[in-house]
């Protein structure tokens, strides 16, 4: 092929076909999705939040490590129960020129806490806020919340002047048929300036040279792409037309890896996979629900060979879970997170015993919205139909089975969750471990009620002293481990791929690419 | 004629409105878009008040109604996915699919054409053969196949075209043109031809199968006799007699090419319409999707007036019979 190309090339050249001559600083990034909108407000994809992150930013931020530090706010300290004060950082301008206040934050949060704002539920305690001066601003909750800095992390700070200039300091609202000014225009704080954006088509920035922060990054412009089918990201990866892709399918890794002008970024993320019951005390189909027995949910526990789909299904790239969460997560610990072996005979005996031979039910699934995941519930239905039960699969486009499971119509069901952007277990716990009461169990679609759980859950969520609340947070896991209330399966892996144009890029738990930190290759 | 334009366009409206009828009737199957649209703490009993806001807990017979009624106004809402004007999201997309199509349709035609000939003529020779069985893979093999086969070897392996994308592309007030910029034409190389290769083999054995029957008919045996250059008679006269069923075939295939570039568009990540539905109906974006239904539906339509008007223009027998 080289000779061949060689001879070509000098064909090519009288032809004249142009090289987009590309500076050195700049990062062409095919991406495996488009963002939805340039507002962050709108509803909380998580990537287009990190791909915004570029633009906005918010009080505070994760640093490499994943802990929190200070951004737009430099300091904070909390007043009473549900006063927090935020001493916000001088000398940031916005990308318009306009200096940063406490007037910025709070017209922020209350387009972020309005009743149509999509992004409301990401800021739970919130009531309202005050301006002290120009640098102090005064957050009031409806209560105890040890975790605000955490969702703050989230939410990304506007100018006061520019929203209400053009309009848009209520958010955008889809049902009213309206479209939003920041929907297609941005104006933040953040390290890089939207320059030109084409939905569905290409996004440009550029380097915000009047960044408050010390750029250690030498992009000076992201050039981004979504290319959404990934063969054609692979083929735009090795022809040398891109140089980062965030989402590199794990099929053609080992391809991505030979080729020389490739490196391949692998790591296991923050998401871990499960499986969950319908606990009502009937299934769908009105049969009495056998899942209520936990001898049935061990069972299937042990019929599921963990290992085996990490090295068949996922190519050895998964990393086996035994709990619910990762161990970046607040609240993990070691001894929790022993798999649960697996045991074919221990299975069948369990079985027996509840009686559960030939036992027909459905595992509802989606295609592709975690990594792999047809091929992980058609290896489980495998596995479980080994053990003597009969499932079968129930797979649809995640439009359609999205809704039969959070409707509790689902005997069992494929779970994801990657605690963010909260990065606390507390997250998982409220939202799905806790009943579908109160704020909580958004996500509890089998509909589980366990009184002691949501009594340390509730305790957790207005305790300050951090070991205590992690205590608390730790017995739940603890028990619903032994109840067996969801199957853990793994984390997820994460692959991005670089061009050797990219010197170093930093790949976090989280997935998220963060280009201020990237230095491309002289 | 103008009763007859009349009669075609009532004739169109109907039809939009049967499919915009059935697209609503599918649409309770393709998922709940409220699921895909709020955030991941947003409780139920908002998730229900977002849903009566957009109007999605009315029966279907209400929602086609009020649908109707806009669509009629000129208003087919805003994407749930985009939160962009519908009309605006087809009319930038539009011209993306109908620039792929029409090089599509005419690199079909360029090539199509001499080559059904060339079969025709030299029926039995050892080329005619090799092609018209390499012409069976054209029809075979899936346009995606095609597709990610040809990225891999002018793209990747020899690096001349792009893999994906439109390239610079030039506003001409509502239209979007790649055609006049280099980037542009180099990008629409790839997809167009990968979208051609199925036209290719149709118009190829259709130009043949009539040009075979036309060689055997008594003008040509005359004119073979009258020592006419071989060259002339099937240029110019036999080819002439196979033309009208080739352009009417092409005309009517617009319609079909527009439906396959849907799939040759997401593997080149082409901006057109047929992306755009795919991304809908992955996002349960039903404005998106029903607009979309409704305009693809009208194409249709129109293409096959305006294949029936031509009809009515060249061969007097049809026009009596309508005018």
Redesign the interface.
């Known amino acids: 092929m080289s000779k061949l190309r060689t001879r070509l090339l000098t064909g090519i050249a009288a032809v004249g076909l142009s090289t987009v001559a590309v500076s050195a600083e700049t990062i062409r990034w095919g991406g495996s999705t488009d963002l939805n909108s340039l507002d962050p407000y709108s509803y909380g994809s998580t990537f287009t939040l990190s791909f915004l992150n570029h633009v906005y930013e918010g009080l505070v931020r994760y640093d490499a490590d994943l802990e929190i530090e200070p951004a737009l706010a430099e300091s904070w300290e909390i007043i009473s129960d549900s006063v927090w004060r935020f001493h916000l950082r001088e000398g940031v301008t916005f990308h318009n020129g306009a200096d940063f206040t406490a007037e910025d934050v709070l017209a922020s949060l209350t387009r972020v806490s309005h009743e149509d704002s999509p992004l409301r539920g990401n800021l739970p305690a919130y009531v309202s806020a005050e301006v002290v001066d120009d640098y102090t601003i005064d957050i009031n909750l409806n209560g105890a919340y040890p975790l605000l800095l955490n969702d703050l992390t989230n939410i990304f700070i506007f100018d006061a002047d520019w929203l209400r200039d053009n309009g848009a300091e209520l958010p955008t609202d889809v049902a009213a048929g309206v479209e939003g000014y920041a929907t297609f225009n941005a104006n933040g704080t953040g390290p890089f300036v939207i320059e030109e954006r084409v939905p569905d088509s290409r996004t440009e920035m550029v380097v915000n040279p009047g960044w408050w922060d010390t750029p250690v990054h030498n992009v000076s412009r992201i050039e981004f792409t979504p290319i959404q089918s990934a063969a054609t990201r692979v083929a735009a990866l090795l022809s040398g037309e891109i140089d980062f892709v965030e989402g590199a399918p794990i099929q053609d890794l080992p391809r991505l890896q030979a080729a020389p002008n490739v490196e391949v970024i692998e790591g296991s993320s923050l998401r871990t996979i499960m499986f969950g019951f319908n606990r009502q005390p009937n299934l769908a189909d009105g049969r009495e629900n056998p899942f209520n027995d936990s001898r049935l949910r061990w069972a299937i526990a042990h019929a599921i060979d963990v290992a085996l789909i990490r090295d068949r299904v996922m190519r050895g790239s998964s990393r086996v879970a035994g709990t619910l969460i990762a161990p970046q997560i607040p609240g993990y610990t070691e001894e929790l997170d022993e798999p649960i072996p697996f045991d074919l005979e221990r299975a069948q005996e369990l079985i027996a015993e509840v009686g559960a031979e030939g036992l027909a039910f459905e595992l509802s699934c989606a295609f592709d919205l975690w990594v792999n995941e047809e091929e992980i519930c058609s290896a489980v239905i495998s596995m479980l139909t080994r053990a003597g039960l009969a499932p079968a699969l129930d797979i649809a486009p995640r439009a359609v089975i999205s809704p039969k499971m959070t409707n509790g119509q689902s005997d069992m069901f494929i779970f994801g969750w990657a605690n963010e952007p909260m990065l606390d277990s507390f997250s998982i716990l409220l939202q799905a471990v806790h009943s579908a009461s109160g704020n909580g169990g958004v996500f509890n679609w089998g509909g589980w009620h366990y009184p002691e759980w949501d009594d340390l859950i509730q305790r957790a969520a207005v305790e300050l002293d951090r070991d205590t609340r992690l205590g608390y947070q730790t017995e739940v896991l603890r028990q619903a481990r032994e109840e067996m209330l969801f199957v853990p399966l793994h984390q997820q892996p994460m692959a991005w791929a670089v061009s050797d144009r990219v010197e170093y890029v930093l790949q976090q738990a989280d997935n998220k690419p963060r280009h201020w930190l990237t230095r491309m290759a002289d | 004629m103008i009763v007859f334009l009349i009669k075609r366009l009532a004739n169109a409206a109907l039809v939009m409105l049967v499919v915009a009828l059935m697209a609503f009737m599918i649409f309770r199957?393709?998922?709940?878009?409220v699921?895909?649209?709020?955030?991941?703490?947003?409780?139920?009993a908002?998730r229900d008040a977002?849903r009566s806001?957009?109007g999605l807990d009315q029966p279907v017979m209400v929602q086609y109604a009020r649908f109707v009624l806009n669509a009629m106004q000129g208003?087919f809402?805003?994407s749930?996915?985009?939160?962009?004007?519908v009309m605006a999201?087809i009319a930038e997309r539009f011209p993306a699919t109908m620039e792929l199509v029409l090089l599509a349709t005419l690199i079909s035609l360029v090539v199509g054409v001499p080559l059904g000939v060339i079969t025709a003529i030299h029926r039995g020779r050892w080329f005619s053969e090799s092609l018209q069985f390499l012409s069976i893979i054209g029809v075979s093999l899936p346009s995606f196949v095609i597709g990610?086969l040809l990225?891999?070897v002018f793209?990747?392996?020899?690096?001349?075209l792009?893999?994906?994308?439109?390239g610079e592309v030039v506003q001409l007030g509502w239209w979007s043109t790649g055609l006049l910029t280099?980037?542009g034409r180099?990008a629409i190389i790839l997809p167009a031809v990968a979208l051609s290769f199925y036209q290719i083999t149709l118009v190829m054995r259709l130009v043949r199968a009539e040009m075979l029957e036309v060689l055997r008919s008594d003008f040509v045996k005359f004119a073979r006799a009258r020592g006419v250059p071989a060259r002339l008679i099937h240029y110019r006269h036999a080819l002439r007699n196979c033309l009208m069923p080739v352009v009417t075939m092409t005309a009517m295939n617009i319609g079909a090419l527009i439906a396959f570039a849907l799939v040759t568009e997401?593997?080149?990540?082409w901006?057109g319409m047929g992306?755009?539905f795919i991304?809908a109906?992955?996002?349960?974006d039903i404005p998106v999707m029903a607009a979309y239904l409704v305009i693809v539906s009208f194409i249709f339509v129109a293409l096959n007036t305006i294949v029936d008007i031509a009809y009515a223009i060249i061969d007097p027998r049809l026009r009596d019979a309508n005018g």
């Open positions: 199957f393709v998922g709940d878009p699921e895909l649209m709020v955030n991941e703490q947003t409780t139920q908002e977002l806001r957009l208003d809402g805003i749930y996915r985009n939160q962009q004007s999201l990610i990225i891999l793209a990747v392996s020899l690096g001349w792009p893999a994906f994308g439109r280099h980037s180099m997401t593997v080149f990540q901006p992306l755009l991304q109906v992955t996002f349960a």
